[in-house]
Protein backbone atom coordinates (compact mmCIF):
# COMPACT_ATOMS: atom_id res chain seq x y z
CA UNK A 1 0.00 0.00 0.00
CA UNK A 2 2.88 1.85 0.28
CA UNK A 3 3.81 1.84 -2.77
CA UNK A 4 0.94 2.81 -4.37
CA UNK A 5 0.74 6.24 -2.07
CA UNK A 6 4.43 6.61 -2.83
CA UNK A 7 3.71 6.26 -6.85
CA UNK A 8 0.81 8.68 -6.45
CA UNK A 9 2.67 11.24 -4.82
CA UNK A 10 5.17 11.54 -7.54
CA UNK A 11 2.35 11.38 -10.07
CA UNK A 12 1.17 14.64 -8.48
CA UNK A 13 4.53 16.07 -8.56
CA UNK A 14 5.18 15.31 -12.42
CA UNK A 15 2.08 16.56 -13.15
CA UNK A 16 2.95 20.06 -11.32
CA UNK A 17 6.46 19.90 -12.99
CA UNK A 18 4.25 19.36 -16.74
CA UNK A 19 1.96 22.09 -15.64
CA UNK A 20 4.73 24.60 -14.79
CA UNK A 21 6.49 23.67 -18.13
CA UNK A 22 3.26 24.66 -20.11
CA UNK A 23 2.98 27.66 -18.57
CA UNK A 24 6.31 28.75 -18.90
CA UNK A 25 6.29 27.15 -22.63
CA UNK A 26 3.21 29.50 -23.33
CA UNK A 27 4.61 32.49 -21.85
CA UNK A 28 7.85 31.88 -24.67
CA UNK A 29 8.42 34.34 -27.49
CA UNK A 30 10.03 33.57 -30.49
CA UNK A 31 11.34 35.18 -33.37
CA UNK A 32 12.20 33.71 -36.95
CA UNK A 33 13.30 35.87 -40.36
CA UNK A 34 13.60 35.16 -44.10
CA UNK A 35 14.96 37.08 -46.75
CA UNK A 36 18.08 38.58 -44.96
CA UNK A 37 15.58 39.97 -42.17
CA UNK A 38 13.49 41.61 -45.13
CA UNK A 39 10.53 39.26 -43.64
CA UNK A 40 9.89 38.74 -39.94
CA UNK A 41 7.64 37.32 -37.66
CA UNK A 42 6.96 36.65 -33.76
CA UNK A 43 4.95 33.29 -32.55
CA UNK A 44 4.19 32.68 -28.68
CA UNK A 45 4.91 29.02 -27.43
CA UNK A 46 1.72 27.68 -28.52
CA UNK A 47 2.49 28.84 -32.33
CA UNK A 48 0.00 31.58 -32.48
CA UNK A 49 1.19 33.97 -35.08
CA UNK A 50 1.61 37.51 -32.58
CA UNK A 51 3.27 39.74 -34.68
CA UNK A 52 5.03 40.49 -38.96
CA UNK A 53 7.19 42.88 -40.09
CA UNK A 54 7.52 43.05 -43.80
CA UNK A 55 10.76 46.04 -44.99
CA UNK A 56 9.41 48.76 -46.73
CA UNK A 57 11.54 48.17 -49.63
CA UNK A 58 9.68 45.13 -50.98
CA UNK A 59 6.51 47.62 -51.66
CA UNK A 60 6.20 50.11 -54.27
CA UNK A 61 3.37 52.01 -51.40
CA UNK A 62 4.10 52.66 -47.94
CA UNK A 63 1.11 51.36 -46.62
CA UNK A 64 2.62 48.48 -45.03
CA UNK A 65 0.42 48.14 -41.97
CA UNK A 66 -2.49 47.06 -43.70
CA UNK A 67 -1.02 44.19 -45.05
CA UNK A 68 1.24 43.52 -42.07
CA UNK A 69 -2.50 43.20 -40.02
CA UNK A 70 -4.22 40.94 -42.82
CA UNK A 71 -1.49 38.37 -42.67
CA UNK A 72 -1.91 37.86 -39.04
CA UNK A 73 -5.55 37.72 -39.50
CA UNK A 74 -5.12 34.91 -42.37
CA UNK A 75 -3.10 32.94 -40.13
CA UNK A 76 -5.26 33.27 -37.31
CA UNK A 77 -8.71 32.04 -39.75
CA UNK A 78 -6.29 29.44 -41.04
CA UNK A 79 -5.45 28.18 -37.71
CA UNK A 80 -8.39 27.95 -36.29
CA UNK A 81 -10.23 26.28 -39.05
CA UNK A 82 -7.44 23.75 -39.05
CA UNK A 83 -8.00 23.00 -34.99
CA UNK A 84 -11.50 23.23 -35.99
CA UNK A 85 -11.11 19.96 -38.74
CA UNK A 86 -8.62 18.42 -36.57
CA UNK A 87 -11.63 18.78 -33.54
CA UNK A 88 -13.76 17.03 -35.99
CA UNK A 89 -11.78 14.52 -36.91
CA UNK A 90 -10.69 13.42 -33.60
CA UNK A 91 -14.24 13.55 -32.38
CA UNK A 92 -15.00 10.77 -35.28
CA UNK A 93 -11.76 8.59 -34.19
CA UNK A 94 -12.92 8.73 -30.39
CA UNK A 95 -16.75 8.23 -31.05
CA UNK A 96 -18.11 6.23 -28.31
CA UNK A 97 -14.75 6.20 -26.06
CA UNK A 98 -14.79 7.39 -22.39
CA UNK A 99 -12.88 10.50 -22.64
CA UNK A 100 -13.19 13.55 -20.53
CA UNK A 101 -14.13 16.36 -21.64
CA UNK A 102 -11.62 19.19 -22.90
CA UNK A 103 -9.40 16.55 -23.22
CA UNK A 104 -7.29 17.13 -26.70
CA UNK A 105 -5.95 14.44 -29.09
CA UNK A 106 -3.10 14.36 -30.28
CA UNK A 107 -0.98 15.30 -27.03
Known sequence: MRDI?????????????????????????????????????TLDGKGNLKGLKIDPSLFKEDDVEILEDLIVAAHKDAKDKAEAEAAEKTKALTAGLPIPPGFKLPF
Request: proline fraction near 0%.
Open 5 to 41: MGMMGKVKEMQAKMEKMQEEIAALEVSGSSGGGLVSV
